[in-house]
Nanobody, 122 residues
């Protein structure tokens, strides 16, 4: 099983990024997938998750209205569109699957991607 996250970078506050997570090695279309982040000196936190069909989506309160999760099951890829970035969004972003997906965002996935750095300058 492999999850490959990409799309991070250095952006100014107010900018946007689109993160991608390409999954291989398990039936992607049958499982939920989540995005997490870990800021320096802080614990990893759940940011968003999406159900297998792409219908159910959940977001942490801190990102609602700015982050949009989506998936393309034909491409075995999940996305996290990040708009109106803030300095406090600076973190390493990870994708993880499979995992239960609900509003708590507290589940630990079986497999993790390697992470992609997002740095937001003020």
């Amino acid at each position: 099983v492999q999850l490959q996250a990409s799309g991070g970078g250095l952006v100014q506050a107010g900018g946007s990024l689109r993160l991608s997570c390409v999954v291989s090695g398990f039936p992607f279309r049958t499982y939920s997938i989540g995005w997490f982040r870990q800021a320096p000196g802080k614990e990893r936190e759940g940011v968003s998750c999406i159900g297998s069909a792409g219908i159910r989506t959940y977001y942490a309160d801190s990102v609602k209205g700015r982050f949009t999760i989506s998936r393309d099951n034909a491409k075995n890829t999940a996305y996290l569109q990040i708009d109106n970035l803030r300095p406090e969004d600076t973190a390493v972003y990870y994708c993880g699957a499979p995992l239960p997906c609900d509003s708590t965002l507290e589940y630990t996935p079986e497999h993790w991607g390697q992470g992609t750095q997002v740095t937001v300058s003020s």
